[in-house]
């Protein structure tokens, strides 16, 4: 399935037309924020958290977004070119624009979502900790730091998991320089200790709040679990009874070993997947 791509105002044109301004402050500075939604049966999934969360993130670069009805617009003339049958991952971007001023540019693109990321759905990941260099709090007293926004910057988050391939890993779990387990470079951190589901809280920590993440703990009850909030130290995950990372691509994999230390497997894995709705 080749890629879709959607210009706002415009709608759907050849995923290679050229629609970028060599001056784009998304690509100078990466100045801009998307967002990356599940497509499946050519629907995207959780679309109003995400639009929330895109708000949120551009308050945050103090940056104008396009109304709202324009995104769904958007997202919808893209999903619609969208064969249901393949699973599909839709980015709503929006940059500042161009650099001497302009409107802010928002296209929409789907690409498959890979064989690789479904597959660690089934067979979870070796993820290894590596410092993000910030005590875990720090973000909430500097905004300018953009916790919890999700910016076009995203270089470090890629060279973070190719130090992680490098490693022989699929994924890495960042922490903070005061040793407390924060989020992986794409995903959120979910745990399960005696029934009760947890992640990182993101409103002290600044980390991304994750849209897969806080639908699974909202509907914790339906699998006999209660939900919660806290910080972790990554050696107190080796004892959970079970350790996943969430995100709208890849749904739930399964944390298969930390730092080299096989975890033990959860029986809830199968059953959290489907509450996710993911196949
Ligand atoms: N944390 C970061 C840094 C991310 O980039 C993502 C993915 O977008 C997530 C967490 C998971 O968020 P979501 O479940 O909304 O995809």
């Known amino acids: 399935m080749a890629r879709v791509l959607a210009l706002l105002g415009v709608g759907v044109v050849p995923a290679d037309t050229p629609i970028l301004r060599a001056d784009d402050l998304g690509v100078l500075r990466g100045d801009g924020v998307f967002e990356t939604i599940h497509v499946r049966d050519g629907e995207p999934w959780g679309l109003e958290p995400h639009l929330d969360r895109m708000a949120r993130s551009a308050e945050r670069l103090s ?95 890629m060279a973070s998991l190719r130090w992680a391939a490098g490693q022989g890993a699929d994924d890495v779990l960042w922490v903070s320089v005061d040793g407390y387990a924060l989020e992986a470079p794409t995903s959120t951190l979910v745990w399960l200790v005696d029934g009760v589901l947890y992640t990182v809280p993101a409103a002290t920590t600044g980390i991304l709040a994750g849209t897969t993440a806080a639908y699974l703990l909202e509907h914790a009850g339906e699998l006999g679990m209660r939900a919660d909030e806290r910080l972790i130290r990554p050696a107190e995950l080796h004892d959970a009874d079970g350790v996943w990372l969430t995100s709208s691509s ?17 029986p809830e894995t199968t059953r959290m997947r489907k509450l996710l709705g993911y196949s």
Do not use: F
């Open 250 to 266: 890849r749904g739930l994999a399964e944390v298969r070993t930390l730092d080299g230390v096989t975890l033990d497997p959860s």
């Open 63 to 157: 940056m104008p977004l396009p109304p709202r009805a324009d995104l769904v617009e958007l997202a919808g003339q893209a999903c619609a070119a969208w064969s249901p049958e393949v699973e599909g991952g839709l980015r709503i971007v929006c940059t500042r624009g161009p650099e001497d001023g302009g409107p802010v540019t928002a296209y929409a693109t789907i690409a498959p979502v890979a064989a690789a990321t479904i597959a660690a759905r089934h067979n979870g990941v070796a993820v290894i900790t590596a410092t993000l260099g910030v005590p875990a709090e720090v973000r909430t007293e500097a905004p300018w730091l953009l916790g919890g926004a999700k910016t076009l910057s995203y270089a470090i988050n």
